[in-house]
């Protein structure tokens, strides 16, 4: 099969994983976080094809074992191999998985934890999340009414402590990796758990996207593309909201204190919109959980409490203390 420009499924996969990858051509390594799944086995891959032609760093994987279901035990032994048979050197993390703040929430975070302890400086860790997974996020998190910020779904690039994580596939459909993945005979292994519909975000793949699709065969696309659109606008947020913070910050009263102060009399300034933007931009750069909707009522109340009294607003992960003007 050949497309409008000339270029087999293999060539166009390959150009666009490489275009995606650019910035971050000069890495030491490209470090593929391989599930044995499809998406991750396609990725891999096309990165093992991209080298051997010398077109991008060496490229190593790692597979994280959770500890989860029992159909998981056979999985490092799957990725051992195909990481032998096309020559990438493997690291396999075995992990155990907390259930604070949720199973899931858990599991990413011993899953990052791994994936750092095993890239090295001046390494890249990429991740295969695709277009579809992109979509899927973007309607998960719409039904449970996210503003902004979760809107702008899955990032193509982050940082993980010092390191680039960056995902070349998301604005690839997974269709195209299923094409390219039985081109080249590819196997993987898959998880029972992506079949159940009572889970939510298999309900929208299996159920939701397609029925979407009938209506708008292009939605998967679109959907992302929207995702774009909102992790832009949360771009010029933060710009706003640094400029905002720097205007309300003042030196700590006393001077000793480890932590910010702001003047209430300049917050104030702001609009509310302004106001809660640059709270939760003081949050997320602390690592804290941004308020929620029903948190913000307590952060009126602090605003307008008397100077003299002791004024408090609970959060999740903390609180905001009043003594006269200062926050």
Known sequence: MLFAWGLTMSDNLLTRVLAALAPWQERSAWVVGFSGGLDSTVLLHVLV????????????AVHVQHNLQAAALAWP???????????????????TVGHEGGLEQAARSARYEAFQQSLNEGDALLLAQHQDDQAETVLFRLVRGSGVRGLASIPKHRLLGERDVVRPLLDIPRALLEQYAQRHDLTWVEDPTNAQSDYSRNW?????????RQRWPQAGKAIARAASHCAEAQDLLDEVALGDWRSIQVPAQPDWLALPVLSRTQLMALSSARQRNVLRFWCERMGLM????????????????????????????GAWLRSG???
Do not use: I, N
């Open 49 to 60: 094809q991209a080298h051997a032609a010398q077109r991008c760093p060496p490229v190593r």
């Open 77 to 95: 032994a799957h990725c051992a191999a195909q990481c032998a048979q096309w020559g990438v050197p493997l690291t396999v993390h075995s992990v």
């Open 204 to 212: 929208l793949r299996h159920e939701a996207l397609p029925l979407l």
């Open 290 to 317: 941004a308020p929620d909707t029903q948190h913000w009522q307590g952060f009126d109340q602090l605003l307008h409490a008397r100077s003299d009294g002791q004024a408090r607003w609970e959060l999740t992960s």
């Open 325 to 327: 003007d200062f926050l």
